[in-house]
């Protein structure tokens, strides 16, 4: 026994000497990493073998002719200098769906993973391994293993706000891509614009997506820059957004607001709201009065309306709902809002919102979808606006919604993961991307660990990632949005895929040149 202690003593003295496992220039770092002896050489003349995974060979093809100017053809086999993609589904039992094993030698390189989306990671780490010396290409031998460690690893980006258009969306995809996200979390409506085409209801885009001016400054500004600001999407243009983010294996989650931020619904349709009083579409920020009246049924069929033309564009199984910052005012101040609360024997507000939101999530569940909302969908009071007494609720959440909580107590995580419901930690305060570099600087975003601390491991599995939201109020352009979104979103991409052992804020500064150089030449505005 005393030679066994000994033994296990100098090994783990050996381990200490030695230090961490390796690390590379990858962001996010991969799971493990194993360092070759030698380099492989990359020219025009290594053959890409895409096996059955020819979408994903083109597009690295075209990586590598837009990035470095090299012309790789596509062959089906080759006997050495070559990149080889192959398919095992064994591999998932190990490294799920999305992970992969990415092996460089000096005289091939090889993908191998259960899924083409594993295929694509390890084309993405392929990519940033790559060292330029003039014109001569190399890649370092390595031997890698790799895996997420969460399944949602989401971007919102809210244009409800300001339009930003499928260009600029695109650009955003193509990064997140790049940053192995698989989550394009779409804020399509707001109360200062509606962005997505509903063709049964037209004026939601012909009204509900223009605003005579916008407030400029602060929250509390009084002063509007007197622009005229519109735009929208059409159906067509979101099918081509859609399957540019497939193509990347990035899933659009689309978010239509209710029953609140809808003043521009309202706007387009005043018989939506409580008191049928027409409003313009707002241009000031921050949480508005207006709206929907839940109690009546036309109300709810035009909102089950909206859902099904958004079904029948998504291929999401999830579908947002919001669900946040719900003034109660135009609810308790109507007659036939608490007829309907008599009727229906509900208690409070956020009993009536529970129930609305229960029903959309019945509608949803018909479809063979799924609903997400904000956290106060549950019923909690976040909000200074709102009467302690007004969200008493006893309504409880239908089963199988997913929470995606921001704001409140961390303990509101485990009320939810207790009773059963998957949890987005999206908490604001370590991931809205509108906060300013000095209240979340990019190593404060490096730092956040979707699994809050203390939470008991047999909820863990509940957590199913982590969301950075970039809301628009104060984003007019896109070089103001990048200036916010970049660096912190490759940190936010490694706070979603690597296991926290493995992170290191320093190792990631240094991966992190790799895409200076790139936003460099791409013309994104990032933070420096």
């Not at 579908?319 to 409070?348: P, R, T």
């Not at 970049?486 to 190792?507: H, I, M, S």
């Amino acid at each position: 026994m005393l030679k066994l202690r000994s033994t296990l003593a100098f090994a783990c003295l050996l381990l200490l000497l030695a230090g961490p496992l390796p690390a590379i220039n990858i962001i996010p770092q991969p799971s493990e990493v194993k360092t070759l002896s030698g380099t492989f050489s990359l020219s025009g003349a290594t053959a890409i073998i895409p096996g059955k995974c020819a979408g994903e060979a083109n597009q690295l093809q075209q990586a590598l002719q837009e990035t470095h100017g090299l012309s790789l053809a596509l062959k089906p086999t080759a006997k050495n200098n070559y990149i080889r993609f192959s398919l095992n589904e064994k591999l998932e039992k190990e490294l799920g769906k999305e992970g992969y094993l990415l092996q460089v030698t000096p005289d091939n390189i090889t993908i191998t993973a259960a899924t083409a989306t594993g295929v694509f990671y390890g084309i993405q780490s392929l990519r940033q391994l790559i060292t330029a010396n003039g014109n001569a290409y190399t890649i370092n031998a390595v031997s890698i293993k790799d895996k997420p460690r969460f399944g949602w690893r989401a971007f919102m980006l809210d244009e409800g706000r300001y339009f930003k258009g499928g260009e600029t969306v695109k650009r955003l995809l193509d990064e997140m891509a790049l940053l192995k996200m698989n989550v394009f979390h779409w804020h399509l409506t707001d109360d200062q614009g509606w962005r997505i085409e509903i063709k049964k209801y037209p004026l939601l885009t012909s009204v509900g997506s223009k605003r005579d001016s916008t407030q400029i400054g602060t929250w509390n500004s009084k002063v509007y820059d007197g622009k005229p600001h519109e735009g929208f999407y059409t159906q067509e243009q979101i099918k081509d957004i859609i399957k540019y983010a497939a193509d990347r294996h990035i899933t659009i989650i689309p978010e239509i607001e209710m029953p609140g931020h809808s003043s521009a619904a309202i706007a387009a349709y005043p018989w939506l709201g409580t008191t049928h009083t027409p409003i313009k579409v707002p241009g000031k920020f921050g949480v508005h009065y207006d709206v929907f009246n839940v109690s009546d049924p036309k109300v709810i069929a035009f909102l089950e309306d909206v859902l099904q033309e958004v079904i029948a564009l998504f291929p999401s199984k999830v579908i947002h709902i919001g669900g946040d910052e719900v003034k109660y005012d135009q609810w308790k101040a109507d007659a036939g809002v608490n007829a309907y609360m008599k009727a229906h024997k509900l208690g409070s507000p956020a009993d009536l919102q529970i129930a609305f939101t229960n029903n959309i999530s019945n509608y949803l569940a018909r479809k063979n979808r799924r609903m997400a909302g904000w956290n106060e969908i549950m019923g909690s009071k976040l909000h200074e606006f709102t009467d302690s007494k007004d969200v008493s609720a006893t309504e409880k959440l239908a089963a199988g919604t997913i929470v995606q909580f921001w704001k409140g107590e961390l303990k509101l995580i485990t009320d939810a993961v207790s009773k059963g419901y998957e949890v987005i930690n999206s908490y604001h305060a370590m991931t809205y991307l509108d906060y300013d570099y000095k209240e979340i600087p990019l190593e404060k975003a490096y730092s956040f660990d979707p699994i809050p601390e203390g939470l008991d491991p047999k909820y863990h599995a509940k957590i199913l990632g982590s969301g950075c939201q970039m809301w628009g109020e104060w984003i007019p352009d896109v070089k103001t949005m990048n200036h916010q979104v970049f660096p912190r979103l490759a940190a936010y991409a490694e706070d979603g895929w690597t296991v926290p052992a493995n992170k290191n804020f320093t190792q990631f500064s240094n991966a992190l040149q790799y895409f200076y150089t790139r936003w460099d030449k791409e013309g994104i505005q990032y933070n420096k």
